[in-house]
C-alpha cells in the first residue's frame, strides 16, 4: 500500500507531503495504528484507491475501512 499524508500549513500556500510504501502483508498491524493517529488528526479528507487507481471508500473514515481492499491513501 502506498500511503501519501499531505497537509496545508496555515496562511501558507506551501503543502506539507509526506509518503511511503507499505508492505501490508507484513506491516498490517503497524498501518492500522497508524491510521487511527491519522483519525485523531485534523486531516479532513481520506482517499482510498485501488491498484487501478479508481477512488474507493470515499466517504468512510479510516477506521471503517477494510484496509486489505486498498492500494493507495491519501489523506488530506
Known sequence: MYIQVSS????????NVVTCDIDTSKNMEQLEQMISKLSNTAA????F???ADEPIEMKK???????A??????VR
Not at 479532513?44 to 482517499?47: A, G, L, V
Not at 481492499?69 to 491519501?74: G, I
Open 8 to 15: 496545508n500549513t496555515p496562511n501558507s500556500d506551501v503543502q
Open 44 to 47: 479532513t479528507e481520506f482517499e
Open 49 to 51: 484507491r485501488n491498484s
Open 61 to 67: 473514515r479510516p477506521s471503517e475501512l477494510n484496509l
Open 69 to 74: 481492499e486498498m492500494d493507495t491513501l491519501y
